[in-house]
Nanobody, 115 residues
């Protein structure tokens, strides 16, 4: 069983930056396309960005140009650099494979952006 642990969230003013980290055990990072997801209050969880094992990336339109996803397979880690944060970026951020592996959701990390 792979446990994914997210960290790096916090409270930041609009325009600020945060760097999220996701680490875990197992082979999931080296074999799978990984993604960052977020869930705003009273909204469904949505895909933010993905990265393949070959470092090809995808970004949701809402974060394109502001967020950067990266990975370190040797350390079983995925990162999300978030710049120019907006209040709409507020939510709990999770990492998981893409497509998701439902049994591997972690606790997430809270990101709150104040205006």
């Amino acid at each position: 069983q792979v446990q994914l642990v997210e960290s790096g969230g916090g409270l930041v003013q609009a325009g600020g930056s945060l760097r999220l980290s996701c680490s875990g055990s197992g082979r999931i990072f080296s074999l799978n396309r990984m993604g960052w997801y977020r869930q705003a209050p009273e909204k469904q969880r949505e895909l933010v960005a993905t990265i393949t094992s070959g470092d090809s990336t995808y970004y949701a339109d809402s974060v394109k140009g502001r967020f950067t996803i990266s990975r370190d397979n040797a350390k079983n880690a995925v990162f999300l650099q978030m710049n120019n944060l907006k209040p709409d970026d507020t939510g709990v951020y999770y990492c998981n494979a893409y497509p998701v592996l439902p049994s591997h959701w972690g606790q997430g990390t809270q990101v709150t952006v104040s205006s």
